[in-house]
């Protein structure tokens, strides 16, 4: 399975590199910051925030006034970073089941939605919020020096007694 996560992971490049990502978006780290990183491409936007005790992940369309959640509630930070390269990387937007927790499918071609109880493929059920550090994000997710760097800006100081 690792060598088809690799494989899948050189043709999205090629893919993306030839101008056609999903939705032909050309996606730009805008700003990354202690407390929030931005995504942009054309009129839509990707922000990752600390918000309580987590992270919360949005997408918002300036032009339409129109902002939704990719997270349910706040998350961890690797979580919601992870929900946010789904998004930028391949338009999905995870769905919840039933107990409130985010998943995607991920089938022989690669990350999908999954819009059925019993899918038209067969797909393996990867849950998104218990994700706390960058070596747990599936394959088929570009895990590259960039958003090592932003994890670390992120991540909250940790206290020397924790």
């Known amino acids: 399975m690792r060598s088809l996560g690799r494989a899948w992971q050189r043709v999205r490049r090629a893919v993306s590199l030839s101008g056609n990502s999903p939705g032909n978006l050309t996606w730009s780290l ?3 910051r202690k407390t929030e990183t931005r995504w942009r491409a054309t009129d839509e936007i990707v922000d990752c925030f600390r918000f309580a005790d987590g992270y919360v ?8 006034e129109v902002t939704w959640q990719l997270t349910p509630g706040y998350v961890p930070l690797a979580s919601a970073l992870l929900m946010a390269r789904l998004y ?9 089941d039933p107990d409130g927790r985010p998943f995607i499918g991920q089938s022989e071609r690669g990350p ?5 109880e019993i899918p038209p493929e067969e797909v393996e059920y990867v849950y998104l919020d218990g ?3 960058l070596e747990e994000f599936p394959e088929f997710v570009t895990v590259d020096e960039n958003l090592e760097t932003i994890f670390d800006r992120m991540i909250p100081a940790r206290s020397p007694t924790s």
């Open 30 to 32: 805008e700003w990354s």
């Open 57 to 64: 992940t949005t997408v918002r369309y300036p032009s339409r």
């Open 88 to 96: 930028v990387e391949y338009g999905l937007t995870p769905q919840t």
């Open 112 to 116: 999908v939605q999954v819009f059925e």
């Open 131 to 133: 994700i706390r550090t």
